[in-house]
């Protein structure tokens, strides 16, 4: 299966601030996926992150607020904009793995907003 | 509506023994079923992942089973280790190869106690 290095592994960040996460994959892959999970919830898929296109988002996440950039087959980054204690949480990437190995997830970025 | 259900929220028990956690959905169409691990601050790490045809699929400790007709899943975790304590994430997918086609269940929380 891919194996993903997702940083940073976690931040403490002052309101109002932005965030950058980073995801690379060893293999080529044509969709990444951004997830949050929330202290104590599932995951929440953010948006699907496509080489070469826009990134299309789930209802309730906005564009302006979680930029997604993937310049390439295996990067990707997350930001998360103008933050509030509301947005700690650990974001995730993931990718779809081939055969029985099922999504692959990155280590995961514990975000805490003071 | 497509939803994931999973019990109990959390578990405490000793170190050798044996534990069941449950997992129920209402996901149709109904692709495959998955269980994850995931360790504090970390991503989730696949443990086992059935399609409907499959009734049992083992990994090593780890035994989940399906009933796709009554739409329930089992990981049996067998002479339990301290390494053990986590969440496990049951995961379910509808047809379709999209990540917005997965079900995530809110996760049972283990702890192995010595």
């Known amino acids: 299966s891919a194996v993903i290095s997702q940083k940073p592994s976690r931040d403490i960040c002052q309101r109002g601030t932005s965030l950058t996460i980073q995801c690379q994959v060893d293999?080529?892959?044509?969709?990444m996926f951004w997830y949050r999970q929330q202290p104590g919830q599932s995951l929440t898929l953010i948006a699907t992150?496509?080489?070469?296109?826009?990134?299309?988002?789930e209802s309730g996440f906005v564009i302006d607020k979680f930029p997604i950039s993937r310049p390439n087959l295996t990067f990707s980054t997350l930001t998360v904009s103008n933050m509030s204690p509301e947005d700690s949480s650990i974001y995730l990437c993931?990718?779809?793995?081939?055969?029985?190995?099922?999504?692959?997830f990155g280590s995961g970025t514990r975000l805490t907003v003071v | 509506k497509n939803q994931v259900e999973q019990s109990p929220q959390s578990l405490i028990i000793l170190e050798g023994k044996n534990c069941t956690l449950q997992?129920?959905?209402?996901?149709?169409?109904?692709?495959?079923l998955r269980w994850y691990k995931q360790d504090t601050g970390r991503g989730p790490v696949s443990l086992t992942i059935?399609?409907?045809?499959?009734n049992t699929k083992s990994n090593g400790r780890y035994t989940a089973t399906l009933d796709a007709d009554t739409k329930q899943s089992s990981l049996h975790i067998t002479a339990s280790q301290l390494s053990d304590s986590a969440s496990y994430i049951c995961v379910v997918s509808g047809r379709g190869s999209g990540a917005n086609n997965l079900f995530f269940g809110t996760g049972t929380r283990l702890t192995v106690i010595p």
């Open positions: 997992c129920n959905y209402t996901v149709s169409p109904f692709s495959n």
């Open positions: 059935m399609t409907f045809s499959e």
């Open positions: 293999s080529q892959v044509t969709m």
């Open positions: 992150a496509n080489q070469g296109s826009e990134a299309t988002y």
């Open positions: 993931s990718v779809r793995g081939t055969g029985n190995y099922g999504y692959t």
